[in-house]
């Protein structure tokens, strides 16, 4: 069974930087992998997609300050995070679409900005 295994996450504070990497546990067919993120009591919200033509989706609050970058060889996708402010305090999913249609998610990466 596929997994998505993801690393990175922690404590950092305001204006500090993380990087959140995952990657597939198998060698399989993707086209979009991205990153979603969710607080307690809160939907899970889209934070950025990447498909496997490296078109990119990032949503509105983070634009200019994350990048979501993939390698495709590895199944691999990236999340830089710069300019980190308290809001964007939340456990941060990873999502892969494969081409089949089917989902994947990872189980969450905590990602704790402090002021």
């Known amino acids: 069974q596929v997994q998505l295994v993801e690393s990175g996450g922690g404590l950092v504070q305001v204006g500090g930087s993380l990087r959140l990497s995952c990657a597939a546990s198998?060698?399989?067919?993707?086209?979009?992998m991205g990153w979603y993120r969710q607080v307690p009591g809160k939907q899970r919200e889209l934070v950025a997609t990447?498909?496997?033509?490296?078109?990119?989706n990032y949503a509105g609050s983070v634009k200019g300050r994350f990048t979501i970058s993939r390698d495709n060889a590895k199944n691999t996708v990236y999340l830089q995070m710069n300019s980190l402010k308290p809001e964007d305090t939340a456990v941060y999913y990873c999502?892969?679409?494969?081409?089949?249609?089917?989902?994947?998610w990872g189980r969450g990466t905590l990602v704790t900005v402090s002021s």
């Open positions: 990447i498909t496997s033509g490296a078109a990119t």
């Open positions: 999502y892969a679409k494969r081409k089949l249609g089917i989902e994947l």
């Open positions: 198998l060698s399989i067919d993707i086209d979009t």
